[in-house]
């Protein structure tokens, strides 16, 4: 079936370094997002992203569709950068935009 | 700004009950869906609609159902609740076209004791 593989599951930095979580999917895809998932549960989209690169801030999400891959680079981590980051495939079909996650990268920021 | 809103926020429910989540949009989004997310997972959909008075099952549909009165309100309904059934559930919205983003509700955390 169509899987979502996210690397590293966990991973703890400094104040101040940088970040790169990896995303692989197993079937081609229309498109994917990023969200960031708070501590206390609720979701925020960080980049809807078909293809290519795209930055806010201190994020830069970069997709390459036909490998099916997809990368997010934090820079300069900051304390309230932790928390699970998930990246999601979205297949186009009857069933609209149905979005498959990965099972996530928690993110700890220590001072 | 789109908008999904899901209510309660939390509930606790007993074992057997039946518990209703609400979510509501302003996107003006044909499609509707709701997700579930365990401990340490990914989301995984249960339901979703396309059209007002319609429902589809998604991957999980076993112990749900839902409903879709109008084209801004998705309801998840379980009719008896089970401990199995706590978990964090996230209503979303799209449009019906590829490459579109989904947006979702910042989630509804459900224990059932």
């Known amino acids: 079936g169509q899987q979502v593989q996210q690397s590293p599951a966990s991973l703890v930095l400094q104040e101040g370094e940088n970040a790169e979580l990896q995303c692989n999917f197993s079937t081609s895809l229309n498109s994917m997002q990023w969200f960031y998932q708070r501590p206390e549960g609720s979701l925020v989209s960080l980049f809807y992203?078909?293809?290519g690169t795209k930055q806010s801030g201190r994020l830069t999400s970069t997709t390459v569709i036909k490998e099916r891959r997809s990368s997010l680079h934090i820079s300069s981590s900051q304390i309230t950068d932790s928390g699970t980051y998930l990246c999601?495939?979205?297949?186009?079909?009857?069933?609209?935009?149905?979005?498959?996650f990965g099972t996530g990268t928690l993110l700890s920021v220590k001072p | 700004e789109a908008a999904v809103t899901q209510s309660p926020r939390s509930k606790v429910a007993v074992t057997g009950g039946k518990v209703t989540l609400s979510c509501h949009q302003t996107n003006n989004h044909d499609y509707m869906y709701w997700y579930r997310q365990d401990t340490g997972h990914g989301l995984r959909l249960i339901h979703y609609?396309?059209?007002?008075?319609?429902?589809e099952k998604g991957d999980i549909p076993d112990g749900y159902k839902a409903s879709r009165p109008s084209q801004e309100n998705f309801s998840l309904i379980l009719e008896l609740a089970s401990l199995s059934q706590t978990a964090v559930y996230f209503c979303a919205s799209s449009v019906g076209t590829a490459n579109t983003e989904v947006f979702f509700g910042k989630g509804t955390r459900l224990t059932v004791v």
């Open positions: 999601a495939m979205a297949v186009y079909g009857g069933s609209g935009n149905k979005l498959i």
């Open positions: 609609s396309y059209v007002a008075d319609s429902t």
């Open positions: 992203n078909p293809s």
